[in-house]
Nanobody, 116 residues
C-alpha cells in the first residue's frame, strides 16, 4: 500500500530556515498526482500549506506566501518543502499527502518547532 514517510524538520529559532521531505513508497502514479504539504499545529486540524501539480505548478495560502517553497522529484517519488523566515506559528507536524484533498492515511509527520 502507499506509505508516506516524512523526514527533516527540527527545532530552530524564529527567522531561521528548515526543510522537510517526504518519500512516497508504493505509489506508481506519483508523477501524475497533485501533492501537498499539510501542517497540524498543536490542537488543530491538518491544514494545507503548499501544493504542487503534476507538472510543477505551485499554490500557497497567503499566510505562507514568499516563505514556503514546495518542489517534487518525480523520479524519486519525493516531495520537499523549504521554509524560510520561520515564525513561531509555523510550529507543528508537517505531513505530505495528495492535494487539495488528502486521500491516504497520514504518515508520522516531521516536527517543526520554532522558538521566539
Amino acid at each position: 500500500q502507499v506509505q508516506l514517510v516524512e523526514s527533516g524538520g527540527g527545532s530552530v529559532e524564529a527567522g531561521e530556515s528548515l526543510r522537510v521531505s517526504c518519500v512516497i513508497d508504493n505509489f506508481a502514479s506519483f508523477s501524475a498526482r497533485a501533492m501537498g504539504w499539510y501542517r497540524q499545529a498543536p490542537g488543530k486540524q491538518h491544514e494545507l500549506v503548499a501544493s504542487i501539480s503534476k507538472d510543477g505548478s505551485t499554490n500557497y495560502p497567503d499566510f505562507v506566501k514568499d516563505r514556503f517553497t514546495i518542489s517534487r522529484e518525480n523520479a524519486r517519488n519525493t516531495l520537499n518543502l523549504n521554509i524560510n523566515s520561520l515564525k513561531f506559528e509555523d510550529t507543528g507536524l508537517y505531513y505530505c499527502n495528495n492535494a487539495p484533498v488528502a486521500f491516504y492515511s497520514w504518515g508520522q509527520g516531521a516536527q517543526v518547532t520554532v522558538s521566539s
